[in-house]
């Protein structure tokens, strides 16, 4: 006696085979091209999928290369958040996906106006970072080439108030970097304002 649809076929994949580069999605800017790199070790066939989900929609990934010098995955986030990789060989996950890749937006960082003041009179300015995602906020005032010491005091939510003491009448340069890129806006575009 036979049992029906015999004999049975289990698929099996030695998805170590596969190595990934991802270290360098961990933080990816939107509305710009990200990548990354798997190779496949030994001959013969290789199907690898890749799938990219963001915070609210599947991205398209295009996916170049070969068995031999490896595969290259593109794609570009829309949104700020959270975006998941899975990767597949022959059907099955590769090991370390699925991935998170943090999508931010560094020209979503707002600041606040920027004051007048007085030498010796501490002056005061808020950044508003809360809808730009994940990342590191820098932020460095300097009078005639020299730091300024700064103090910056988190408000809840990635925001922020800023304060500095200015030493001289002179202009002071205040400088904000979001994952090492300028924030955008009037108030960065002319760093620059009179202390009197």
Do not use: W
């Amino acid at each position: 006696m036979f049992v029906q649809g015999c004999p049975f076929v289990c698929s099996v994949s030695d998805t170590s085979r596969v190595s990934l580069t991802l270290r360098n999605l961990e933080l990816i800017p939107v509305n710009e091209l990200a990548r990354f790199h798997m190779g496949v070790d030994g001959s013969g066939s290789a199907e690898l999928a890749v799938s990219v989900r963001g915070p609210s929609t599947e991205l398209p990934v295009k996916v170049t290369g070969n068995i031999h010098s490896g595969f290259t995955a593109e794609f570009t986030p829309r949104d700020v958040g959270p975006h998941s990789i899975s990767v597949e060989y022959n059907g099955h996950p590769v090991s370390g996906t699925p991935f998170v890749a943090k999508a931010y937006d560094s020209k979503r960082v707002f600041v606040g106006a920027l004051p007048k003041g007085s030498v010796g009179k501490s002056l005061q300015f808020t950044v508003d970072a809360s809808q730009a995602g994940e990342g590191n906020l820098e932020i460095t005032i300097s009078a005639r080439g020299h730091n300024i010491p700064t103090q910056v005091h988190p408000q809840g939510n990635a925001r922020f108030t800023v304060s500095f003491v200015p030493i001289e009448p002179s202009d002071h340069v205040i400088s904000i970097n979001f994952n090492k890129e300028s924030v955008p806006g009037e108030s960065t575009l002319v760093p620059l304002y009179q202390v009197s």
